[in-house]
């Protein structure tokens, strides 16, 4: 038996998986881009070197998923990732962010890989093959990508004063944008009937909280969540005790992705379809 | 075509890919790197399949280009393309390709990780001592300096026996 391919699809959940795969792809393109920001300016030599490994896996891991999307729409993968408006690009509001202090590229990242992995593992086991492979691909790459972050993460929270408070600061004010990353995906009932997704984002974001939970208590950090009777014998599910964040978190760009977009679409925008 | 005739065929293609040298590590052949996947030859076609040995790598349009090249005039038609459905590991290098890296001053990569089953701990840790012989002096006793080098696919050592940095070739 072998899995169905993008023709084994009809048409509804190939709409589903073209979207997912656009926000994937936009999330890993506009980190890796915030990652090179800090090539040459980074606090250590050796975070100079890994800052752009991390910027060239994160810019190679969007390639390979507008690649699969291209596959799907027969546009080019370079068109699709430089020939849009801001209002076009689907990256979560918690990428929106330019980097900021070291800090709070620590923090953003470390809650984005860890929302990213959960999503990954529920991708690993996809019935569109072409993903499942790329997707075992990128966990073992992101496996570094994790022990790198949580090993600053604690670096940063237990390095005294300062280091602890810009931590904490960046926790408190990206803790919000962060849940955007697992906001449920236009179309997932489709994908999880297909096999394309095996877990939903909902389950993907409670097992996301319940690892970071004792990590955030340990390290006493922000973490503004609690726990909420789901009735009898029913496990206690971790919600936010702000506001949930809108449907908006995916369309709706701030003034530092635009900025951003400027200075990464400035060359395909000087020459529209010029050939290299 | 008779089998025989076809099998000679593919081991034609295979011979000349162990020509192809990695574009970053001349020394080692795409082959012995292990990032061809699947060869199909017949009288009118060649298909290569090539395997990345990461996502990102920028030497991959270089190789695609070289196999190609080297192919070409073997079938009329000759096709390489990369897929990530077979992903790469670095358990594919051969113990030729391992030589050879030690001899150009890489230590080959230890055994890759298994894959985690989906409900992994999320923060898996990298050891400070992971497996990693000095290419120069053979010793054992080495530390992780980075687990970034200065590409993808390497990672930055310190030897404490001759005190000298390597780089190893990443166990992914």
Not at chain 2, 74 to 95: C, G, L
Not at chain 2, 136 to 155: I, K, Q, V, W, Y
Request: glycine share 8%; charged share 25%; aromatic share 8%.
């Amino acid at each position: 038996m072998s899995a169905p391919d993008a023709a084994g699809l009809d048409d509804a959940t190939r709409a589903a998986l073209a979207e997912l795969l656009l926000s994937m792809a936009d999330d890993e393109l506009v980190l890796g881009y915030w990652d090179s920001e800090w090539t040459g300016i980074a606090p250590l030599l050796e975070e100079d070197v890994a800052f752009s490994s991390l910027a060239q896996d994160e810019i190679g891991h969007a390639q390979a998923l507008y690649e699969l999307l291209a596959g799907l729409t027969g546009e080019p993968a370079d068109t699709i990732a430089y020939g849009r408006e801001v209002g076009g690009y689907r990256q979560a509001a918690l990428l929106d962010h330019a980097r900021g202090d070291w800090a709070f590229s620590i923090a953003r990242r470390f809650l984005y890989d860890t929302a990213d992995a959960v999503r990954l593992d529920a991708l690993a086991g996809s019935s569109y093959a072409p993903l499942a492979g790329l997707v075992t691909k990128m966990r073992r790459e992101e496996r570094y990508h994790l022990a790198h972050m949580h090993a600053w993460m604690v670096r940063l929270a237990r390095g005294g004063d300062e280091p602890r408070r810009r931590l904490a600061a960046a926790c408190e004010l990206l803790w919000p944008d962060a849940l955007t990353v697992l906001a449920p995906p236009t179309g997932e009932r489709r994908l999880l009937d297909a096999g394309v997704l095996t877990g939903s984002f909902a389950a993907c974001r409670q097992r996301w909280l319940e690892e970071l939970a004792p990590l955030f208590e340990d390290l006493g950090l922000p973490f503004p969540f609690r726990r909420v009777d789901a009735g009898p014998g029913q496990p206690s599910p971790l919600e936010p005790t702000f506001p949930e964040p809108g449907p908006e978190g995916r369309t709706e760009h701030n003034d530092d992705f635009r900025w951003l977009w400027g200075e990464l679409t400035s060359v395909y925008r000087s020459e529209p379809g010029a050939t290299w | 075509m008779p089998a025989t005739a076809m099998a000679e065929l593919e081991r034609g293609v295979w011979d000349a890919l162990a020509e192809v040298p990695d574009p970053e590590i001349p020394v080692v052949s795409v082959v012995d790197l292990g990032i061809v996947g699947t060869v199909e030859a017949s009288p009118e076609r060649i298909r290569v399949a090539l395997l990345p040995t990461f996502v990102g790598c920028p030497a991959l349009e270089v190789i695609r280009r070289s196999v190609a090249e080297r192919l070409a005039g073997m079938a009329p038609r000759v096709e390489v393309e990369p897929t990530f459905v077979e992903p790469w590991t670095s358990d594919r290098i051969t113990p030729e390709g391992r030589r050879r890296l030690r001899e150009s001053g890489f230590a080959p990569p230890g055994p890759q990780p298994a894959d985690e089953p989906a409900g992994r701990p999320l923060f898996p840790t990298i050891a400070m001592r992971p497996e990693a012989r000095c290419p120069f002096c053979g010793s054992r006793d080495t530390m992780l300096e980075n687990p970034f080098g200065p590409t993808l696919c390497r990672a930055i050592f310190w030897c404490n026996a001759c005190r000298q940095p390597f780089e190893q070739f990443k166990a992914v």
